[in-house]
Nanobody, 121 residues
Framework: QVHLVESGGGLVQAGGSLRLSCAASGGTFSSYAMGWFRQAPGKERTLVATISRSGMLTYYADSVKGRFAISRDNAKNTVYLQMNSLKPDDTAVYYC??????????????WGQGTQVTVSS
């Protein structure tokens, strides 16, 4: 059983930056692909970015490409999401997930509790 805890969310003005962290415990972190998803009020939870077990492969949703960067530190059991040039449309609860490589929620077995990101205009 993998336990995931996100941190780093908050309120930021448009154009600002935030760095989300997700600390994992209870499993072999390096054996899981890791993903960041987000869910805005009234909308479905969608993939923001994902990173392979080794960190060599990454994938980004078109809406964040060039602005967000996912990375991981397997020695620290932590995955990060650097978010730059934030827009009000980025406002959502951001969730960390661990599982197999993929773009859909079904590929991920473990989820964090989420962290709120609010971008003001």
């Amino acid at each position: 059983q993998v336990h995931l805890v996100e941190s780093g969310g908050g309120l930021v003005q448009a154009g600002g930056s935030l760095r989300l962290s997700c600390a994992a415990s209870g499993g072999t972190f390096s054996s899981y692909a890791m993903g960041w998803f987000r869910q805005a009020p009234g909308k479905e939870r969608t993939l923001v970015a994902t990173i392979s077990r080794s960190g060599m492969l990454t994938y980004y949703a078109d809406s964040v490409k060039g602005r967000f960067a996912i990375s991981r530190d397997n020695a620290k059991n932590t995955v990060y999401l650097q978010m730059n040039s934030l827009k009000p449309d980025d406002t959502a609860v951001y969730y960390c997930a661990a599982g197999g490589w993929g773009m859909t929620m079904e590929k991920y077995d473990y989820w964090g509790q989420g962290t709120q990101v609010t971008v003001s205009s």
